[in-house]
């Protein structure tokens, strides 16, 4: 499909969606209506967000330039506002998508957890926003410390994003591994972070199976949690990180507190899930999103 038939399609599954979703609740109380309806706010948001398109001032000068067509009601003064104020109802769109609309298999799951700094390392000592709120930590990737927060996500087979936990950067994996898998059965696959024993017996009781290679790559005790097979089921979490950041920019964070980070956050998963949605539809590969706009 071409760009202009991915925004008519997105709309229509979220305008769709929206009766579903609020049922009999009413999602202002006072004050006028928006001329711009919350379906194609949304809707920008999440082709916003497939393009690159991760800030809001950028968003609604792209629209305003290309598709006042599509959106004539489209109004500077408001925008930005009724986003921020559409995080429960991105969250909610999100969760019908992942349990009404899309089929995984939740008895196979990965878990990891990727950093999202704030500001530049440099920068930290004197860093007011998320002030009492961010940490350093460490990224393991870059082998460098860093100033923010950890993305904890549980992913299901075959790549669908279920679960999230936004933590400070200090909060180590095995610390926050329980509550991202609270309700979860089945094989969970993880990196060396979550080789800890005691936590695995743990999981075990609540019927959880977590796997993952030893601490030190050489030991004797690596062997039979090191296969390439294994290997390669889990890294897909990471080809799912690689398009939250290069596509979203999830690393570039410009919100000055976590009620905007968080709904920065709920924009890129829920664009990341609606295209999964689409690809699985089509009976396409699942996390090929560049193939859905030519």
């Not at 008519?8 to 769709?16: A, G």
């Not at 509550?179 to 075990?204: K, M």
């Not at 019927?207 to 890294?235: C, D, E, M, N, T």
Request: net charge positive; proline share 5%; hydrophobic share 45%.
């Amino acid at each position: 499909m071409n760009l202009d038939d991915f925004i008519i399609t997105c709309f229509c599954v979220i305008d769709e969606m929206m009766p579903m979703i609020l049922t009999d609740d009413r999602l202002r109380t006072r004050g006028p209506a928006p001329k711009l309806s919350d379906s194609e706010v949304i809707t920008m948001e999440i082709v916003g967000s497939y393009l690159g398109l991760s800030q809001d001032k950028a968003l609604l000068t792209y629209f305003q330039r290309h598709y006042c067509h599509f959106f004539p009601a489209l109004v500077s003064t408001t925008f930005v506002r009724q986003v921020a104020n559409l995080w429960s109802i991105k969250e909610r769109v999100w969760c019908w998508l992942r349990d009404e609309a899309i089929s995984d298999d939740p008895s196979l799951s990965i878990v990891d957890s990727v950093p999202v700094p704030v500001c530049r390392f440099a920068r930290a000592p004197w860093c007011v926003r998320f002030r009492g709120e961010a940490r350093y930590g460490k990224d393991h990737a870059d082998r460098q410390t860093f100033y923010g927060f950890r993305l904890h996500a549980q992913l299901s087979w075959p790549g669908l994003l279920t679960r999230l936990f936004l933590a400070p950067a200090n909060e180590a994996d095995g610390e926050i591994v329980p509550l991202v898998l609270e309700g979860v059965t089945g094989v969970v696959l993880g990196d060396r972070n979550y080789w800890l024993p005691d936590l695995q017996a743990f999981l075990r009781t609540k019927g959880i199976l977590l796997q993952a290679p030893f601490r030190k790559a050489h030991s004797p005790k690596a062997a039979a949690s090191h296969s390439p097979v294994l290997g390669r089921v889990r890294y897909l979490i990471d080809t799912v990180f690689g398009q939250l950041t290069d596509r979203c920019q999830m690393k570039r964070v410009w919100a000055r507190d976590l009620w905007h980070l968080r709904n920065r956050l709920l924009r890129f998963i829920l664009m990341h899930t609606i295209c999964f949605f689409f690809n699985q539809q089509e009976q396409a590969p699942l996390l090929q999103f560049d193939r859905l706009v030519v």
